[in-house]
C-alpha cells in the first residue's frame, strides 16, 4: 500500500472516530438534560401539596363578637368615668385640707388616693385614720383596698372588723354610684377566696336583707365554682337588670362568661373567674 493511500485511511479512520465519539457525547447529554428537567419540576409538586386551609376571618370575627362588642362597651365606660373619679378626688382632698380633726384628715387623704387608683397610699391613709379612730366605714373601705390589690386574706380581715362593728353597714361607691353592705362585700371576698359554700351564704344574706349587684355577683361566682349554672346565669342577670348604666357592659361580660362555661360544662374555679375579670371592680 502506498504512503498516499495509508494516509487517506488514517484520515477516514481519525474522522470516523471522531463522529463516533460526538454520537456518544450527545447521547451522555440527553439524558442529563431530561434528569434536570425533572428535577426543576418536583419542588413545584411538592410546593402544590403542602397548602395550608386557614380558617376564615369573618368566621373568627363571629366566635368573638359579643366578647368584643363587651370589651368595647367596658372600655368606654371606663373611659366615660375618668372625669367623674378625677372630681371626686379633687372633692375628697379638700375635705381633706378643711379637716381639724387629725384622723378626718388621713380618712379624706386616703379616700382621694383611692379614688385616683393608688390603693397602696390608701391603704397607707386610711390605716393610720383608723389607728386613731377605729371606725366600720374605715375598716369597709380598708378592706376594698385590700380588694383592689388581690390581698383577699387583707380584705377578708378588715371586712370582718367592720360586720362586728355595724352588722348592717354599706358604703357608698362615689364614682360609680351605687351602695354596697359590708355582707354583700364579704360574699365576693369569700369568692375570691374559693370559699363558694360560704360566699352563696353570705350572698343570700345580704340578698335577703338588701339586694346589691355585689351580692348578686358574689352569688353567681359560687354558683358557677359548684356548677350551678342556670342559677349563676339567673343571679348575673339580677345584678344587671339593678345595675347602674356604668355597670351594665361589666355584668353584660359576665354573663357571656358564664354562658361559655356552661356551654362547655366547666367548672368556674374562682382563680379562673378572677383572671377572666369576673367579680373584678370594674373601675
Not at 354583700?184 to 346589691?212: C, F, T, V, W, Y
Amino acid at each position: 500500500m502506498s504512503v498516499k493511500k495509508k494516509a487517506v485511511t488514517k484520515k477516514k479512520a481519525v474522522a470516523k472516530k471522531k463522529a463516533i465519539t460526538k454520537k456518544k457525547t450527545v447521547a451522555k447529554k440527553k439524558p442529563i438534560r431530561k434528569k434536570k428537567a425533572i428535577a426543576k419540576k418536583k419542588p413545584v409538586t411538592k410546593k402544590r401539596r403542602v397548602v395550608k386551609k386557614s380558617t376564615p376571618r369573618n368566621t373568627v370575627r363571629l366566635n368573638i363578637g359579643s366578647r368584643a362588642a363587651n370589651l368595647e362597651g367596658r372600655v368606654h365606660n371606663a373611659i366615660d368615668l375618668l372625669p367623674r373619679a378625677a372630681e371626686v378626688s379633687e372633692n375628697f382632698l379638700e375635705l381633706a385640707s378643711e379637716a381639724s380633726d387629725p384622723s378626718q384628715q388621713a380618712y379624706f387623704m386616703g379616700m382621694a388616693a383611692y379614688e385616683s387608683k393608688d390603693f397602696d397610699s390608701a391603704r397607707e391613709f386610711l390605716t393610720q385614720s383608723y389607728e386613731m379612730k377605729a371606725e366600720a366605714e374605715t375598716a369597709a373601705r380598708l378592706a376594698m383596698c385590700s380588694y383592689r390589690l388581690t390581698d383577699y386574706q387583707s380584705a377578708e380581715h378588715w371586712i370582718d372588723i367592720a360586720l362586728a362593728n355595724n352588722p348592717n353597714g354599706s358604703f357608698r361607691a362615689y364614682v360609680l354610684d351605687f351602695e354596697v353592705a359590708y355582707l354583700s362585700m364579704r360574699a365576693l371576698i369569700q369568692a375570691h377566696l374559693g370559699q363558694a359554700n360560704h360566699a352563696l351564704k353570705e350572698a343570700e344574706k345580704a340578698i335577703a336583707m338588701k339586694p346589691d349587684v355585689a351580692a348578686y355577683r358574689a352569688a353567681s361566682m359560687a354558683r358557677l365554682a359548684t356548677g350551678d349554672f342556670r342559677g349563676a346565669l339567673a343571679d348575673l342577670e339580677e345584678a344587671f337588670n339593678i345595675a347602674p348604666l356604668s355597670l351594665k357592659n361589666e355584668i353584660a361580660s359576665e354573663i357571656d362568661l358564664a354562658n361559655r362555661l356552661r356551654e362547655a360544662e366547666v367548672l368556674g374555679h374562682p382563680m379562673t373567674l378572677a383572671s377572666r375579670g369576673m367579680g373584678a371592680w370594674p373601675v
